[in-house]
């Protein structure tokens, strides 16, 4: 079966899982959290060299202020309890987004996951406080100020999914059609999936009917088989 290299995912509907079940929002994030971590394990136990996860976007941070502290308390209890075990299976966590939008305490926390996962050749990149353009103009800028042209190769290895494999199957859980700001520039030729399932029940079983439909599809990047005869 042809495996993605990297896998994304925007983890959706965890308000609406907590919602149906009468229960606070943070109840359905912590659910999220919970399942995050479990598929995490089960994507990387399927040979899967990079995953990345949409956990909170640049717009997400106009949510009330209740409900983003306790977003925050969970990044928290996420670095300080869970990441290291990413590095002991040899999976290497990096932030993606930009930290300067989160608490202090937050950044920390994620810089320190980082140097202490280092030094692996399989990745969980982790987006908080990530938008799409935002990304795509910081890149863009950097590259210029570094005096390199700027061309598509060097602006992708200026993003902050910079050298890692081209992105190929993007997962959205939580019913929504959408990519929200997440990897614009990366999803270009990436196979979408979406699920009607909200996040926190979105399950392995789950992950793998995608993988299954992933490795059934077309990927022609534009072109034409080369067996299929174009006579004028
Ligand atoms: C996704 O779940 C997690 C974040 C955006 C932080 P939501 O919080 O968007 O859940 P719904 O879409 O309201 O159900
Ligand atoms: C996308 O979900 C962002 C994350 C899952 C982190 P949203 O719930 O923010 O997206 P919209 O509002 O439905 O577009
Ligand atoms: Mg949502």
Request: proline fraction near 3%; aromatic fraction near 8%.
């Amino acid at each position: 079966m042809t495996l993605p290299e990297h896998v994304a995912i925007i983890m959706d509907g965890n308000g609406r899982w907590a919602q149906k079940r009468m229960l606070p929002r943070l109840a359905g994030h912590r659910a999220g959290m919970k399942r995050m971590i479990a598929l995490a394990d089960h994507i990387f136990s399927c040979d899967i060299r990079c995953l990345t996860i949409f956990a909170l976007s640049t717009e997400n941070l106009g949510r009330p202020r209740e409900e983003l502290e306790g977003l925050f308390d969970l990044f928290r209890e996420y670095f300080t309890e869970y990441a290291a075990k990413l590095g002991k299976g040899g999976v290497s966590l990096r932030v993606i987004g930009d930290l300067s939008l989160v608490p202090e305490d937050v950044a920390r926390l994620a810089k320190e996951s980082e140097r202490e996962t280092a030094g692996h050749d399989r990745f969980l990149l982790l987006a908080i406080g990530y938008g799409g353009r935002r990304d795509i103009v910081r890149a863009a800028n950097a590259v210029v100020a570094s005096g390199c042209a700027l061309t598509e190769d060097s602006l992708a290895s200026a993003l902050s999914t910079g050298g890692m494999p081209a992105l190929d199957l993007l997962i959205r859980t939580g019913k929504e059609q959408r990519l929200s700001n997440f990897l614009l520039f990366e999803a270009a030729y990436a196979e979408l999936v979406f699920s009607e399932k909200l996040f926190p029940d979105f399950t392995d079983k789950d992950f793998d009917r995608a993988l299954r439909g992933y490795a059934g599809r077309d990927r022609r990047f534009g072109k034409i088989h080369s067996d299929q005869p174009c006579k004028r």
